[in-house]
């Protein structure tokens, strides 16, 4: 695949960054990951907790945050950093508001945990938010919305991790990727799920890409040096949301990331974490959920009327000559889940090789790629 071929990033057409590779069945997968985590010693909750947030990346084409995220688990289980068996301690603080330490548990677990916590506080008082210490990597955070969502309230994730972006021309990162994610429900429709990094593109997508031997787009990354490259096995750190013109909107809410995920955790500052991939002892990260309930602040039905009327007035915009019709936030992501039901999810050549190691080493037969997609 050529290097700087970007065809496969245009999200109006619904493409993920591995359209084009083998695929498998949704449930042969989720099947396979949590099998992994089970043999390796993790229990029931986390292995489950955990396999649901990877699928969330996987099912709605967040491929860079799916099951690719795999080797990077077993290895940090294996180094020590993550507790298999967490048993995370809530402590309500005011009504409303709460702290959960993780146990240094997965932050897939974790953070189900704490929002669960969110949306119990939000249905008594209206909102809830849980500041979250001793956790790890927590991966694709529009999964935390999304439990909010199932239960019919608004709700927002974020978090931050080590330095990996570089700000108004740093020769050094200062700034994690450090995500927000916000889904809100829709009455009659799919929800409204905005899932963004604050950095130009996430870390585990310049992953994604060198497997792929696709470059990043113009603007996004940066060499050692911290000059621009589009290689993607030179890319060493990011430019935050925005490139090297707006970059300061990028680095501001990567900076209200730091807020939430650090100064209301008592956690460490991007800067102040240890790398991703460092091992032999917990990260210890913090990260932030909140829920909202809308019956707080208006009737149901008014809350219904104004997001489906929003969203149809959005959707019949009348694209410019040669564009595609607008989409919501989500709108691509429900078109690859319905069309991955179909066709299965898309695997990457590394995460098949990964897959056939903890095959062997844990006793398991990967998932079969589907005929005509080998």
Known sequence: MDQNDHSHLNPAKGYSAINAEPRVRPDELAAF????????????????????????????????????????????????????????????????????????????????????????????????????????????????PMQAVEAGLIGLSTCNTDAFVHLHGSKLPFHGTNPF????????????????????????????????????????????????????????????????????????????????????????????????DSVGKPRELGQFVLAIDPEAFVPRAVYDGIMTGYLASLRGMEPAEGAEPPMAPGDREWRIEEERKLNGIPIDPATFRVFAEAGERFGLTPPKVLQGNA
Not at 79 to 92: H, S
Not at 98 to 124: K, P, Q
Not at 194 to 219: E, K, Q
């Open 33 to 144: 990951v949590e099998n992994v985590f089970l043999r390796i010693g993790m229990d029931e909750a986390s292995s489950k907790a955990v396999t649901r947030v990877m699928m969330h990346g996987s099912r709605l084409g967040v491929d860079s945050h799916g099951v690719r995220l795999l080797a990077h688990y077993i290895k940090e289980i294996d180094g020590n950093c993550i507790n298999k068996q967490p048993k995370p301690k809530f402590t309500r603080t005011r009504p409303g508001a709460g702290v959960l330490d993780g146990d240094n548990g997965h932050g897939g677990f974790v953070a189900t945990v704490a929002m669960d916590h969110a949306i119990a506080l939000a249905r008594e008082a209206g909102i809830g938010a849980v500041a979250i210490q001793r956790s790890n990597h927590f991966g694709a955070a529009g999964a935390y």
């Open 181 to 276: 994610a916000i889904g809100a429900p829709v009455a009659g429709q799919r929800p409204w799920l905005l899932d963004f990094a604050t950095s130009s593109i996430p870390v585990n997508r310049v992953m994604l890409y060198r497997s792929l031997g696709i470059g990043v787009p113009p603007d996004t990354a940066v060499d050692s040096e911290g000059k621009p490259t589009t290689d993607s096995q030179r890319a060493t750190g990011l430019l935050p949301l925005g490139g090297t013109l707006f970059g300061f909107k990028g680095a501001g809410l990567g900076g209200l990331a730091e807020v939430l995920s650090a100064a209301l955790t008592g956690m460490r500052a991007s800067v102040d974490i240890p790398a991703w």
